[in-house]
C-alpha cells in the first residue's frame, strides 16, 4: 500500500484518532519502514499528557521506553559485546566476578536472555536501601543473586526483570565504566543518536531529585504520582506528587540512579529507527563492529520443552497474516518495537499509556490493531523516508 504523500495512509489516521477519542493514551508516535534502505514515515499525534505537558506531540518527542530498553541498549550491548569475544552467551556468571549460590552462579548469559533462569519475575530491590548510587547498586547486585530459583534453569520460559538486571552489572564488569556511559560509548555515539539516554533526569536519593540535564527533547509524562513501592493501583502506596518529567517510570530502576539493565532509556523515534537500520545493515554483514552471525543468532528462538521461547533478548510474536514471526520488546510505560528481519520492515510506538494513572489500560487491543493494520496490510510498501505533520483528531 503506499503512502498518500500529503501524510499516513488513512487508515492509520483513523486507527490514531480511535486511539485518542477512546482515551488509550493521550498521543503518541508512530513509525513504520524499511530499515535496510532508511525509508520511513514518522506520525506524531495527540498530546503529550492530558494534566500536565499538554503540549502536541512532534516527531522529536521522546518518551520512557520501559522494558523496551531490554533489546535497544541491553541485549545490543551484549551482542556488541560478544563480536568483541568480550562475552560468550555460554558464560555463567561464576566465570564473570559474580558471588553466591552455586544454583545461580551456573546460570549462563543465555539462560538471562531468553528469560528461562528461573528468576523471579521481579522483586522491590528498591528496598535494599542506601544512598550512595554505588552501594545501591552493591545491595541490588547481591540481593538478585541470592534470590531462590523458582525451576530448573532451561526448562521453561517466565519473563524476568532481575535476570536482565544482572546483564546490566555483567556489562558494567567487563567494560569497567557505568551502564548510561556504555551505551554512549557503544550505541550513542557510533550511531549519531541524538535523543536516546537513560534517566534524562536521575534520583538523587528517596523523594529528591539531580536537575534535569541539559536535554533538548521535550518528554511525555508518566503517571500522575511520584511512586515509591511500584503502580499506584497497588494498596499502601505512597504518592508524593506528579511524577517529575525524566524520572523513569520504573521504581527499581530510579533506585539504580535511572540506569539498569531491564528499563531506563529514554527516546524519540527517530533514534529507535535508526538501531533498526544499524540491524538490518549487521544482517547483511555492512557493519564490522556486528557480524550477521552474532545477530543472527541472538535473533533465533530458542524453544523449551515446554514452550516457544524467546530469542535472546528479543521477544517472538507470530505476524499478523501469517508467513513469518516479528520480533522486538513491549515496554509497560505503552512503547514497542517490532521487527521483520526477513521483509526488512519495522513499527515503533511510542506512548504514555500509564498517563496520568495506568489503571484500566486497553494498551493490549491497541498495539493489536497498530500490528494487524501495519503488518496484515503492508503499509510498508512504497515507503520513503518522511515526518508527517501532527494530528489531533
Known sequence: MTPDPNGPPKKLKDLARGFLESGVFPGGVIALGKPAVGSSLTFPFGFLGKTRNVREVTADSSYDLASVTKI???TFMVALSVAEKRLKITDP???????????????????????RSGLPPWKPVYLAGGEDPAERRAAVEKLVLNRRLLFKPGTRTLYSDLGFMLLGFVLEKIWGIPLGTLFDELVAKPLSLVSAVYGP????GPGGLCPLKAYPFEIAP???????????TLPGVPIFGPAPSGRVHDDNAAFLSGAAGHAGLFSNAGDLFKILVFWSKALKNEVP???????SDFMTPRATAEDPGRALGFDVFPRPGGGGI?????????CSVHFDPKEDEALILLSNRVHPTARGSRMDGARASLLDLCFGERLFDGQRPTSVPQENG
Open 72 to 74: 535497544v541498549a541491553t
Open 93 to 115: 556468571l561464576g566465570d564473570l566476578g559474580f558471588e553466591g549460590p552455586d544454583e545461580v552462579l551456573s546460570l549462563t548469559l543465555e539462560d538471562l536472555l531468553t528469560h
Open 201 to 204: 533526569r536521575s534520583p538523587a
Open 222 to 232: 508518566t503517571e500522575d504520582g511520584f511512586r515509591v513501592g511500584g503502580p499506584l
Open 289 to 295: 563492529s556486528l557480524p550477521s552471525a552474532v545477530l
Open 326 to 334: 516479528l520480533l522486538g520488546h513491549l515496554g509497560y510505560t505503552g
